[in-house]
């Protein structure tokens, strides 16, 4: 995955092309990421002990990882990886060949 929990993201396509947000969780095995704000779905509650009047709730919902970019120095760019000299794999922005982690 590009991304990492807490980096900034931008949506590229979509309902909610043109958003940013920040990453809140990664799910790798689905090529999925919770983005804070983006795609929010109402979910119903049933009324429990904890929550007697019930009601409704919104939430997000994950988003596939192809709809979104990642966001470097206010610009969202494209990704590619790097091997340095010590072996260490890296991402770097592919337009300005800048070292991200």
């Given at each position: 995955m590009f991304v990492k929990k807490g980096e900034t993201v931008k949506i590229i396509s979509g309902?909610?092309?043109g958003k940013t947000g920040r990453v809140l969780k990664v799910y790798?095995?689905?090529?999925r990421v919770?983005?804070?704000g983006v795609a929010m779905v109402t979910k119903h509650l049933r009324p429990t002990d904890d929550n007697p009047q019930g009601g409704r709730q919104q939430?997000?919902?994950?988003?596939?990882i192809s709809n979104?970019?990642?966001v470097v120095n206010g610009n969202p760019v494209k990704i590619g990886y790097k091997i340095l000299e010590n072996g260490k794999k890296v991402r770097i922005?592919?337009?300005t060949q800048e070292?991200?982690?």
């Open positions: 309902s909610d092309a790798p095995k689905r090529n919770l983005v804070e939430k997000e919902s994950s988003i596939h979104v970019k990642l922005a592919k337009n070292i991200i982690d």
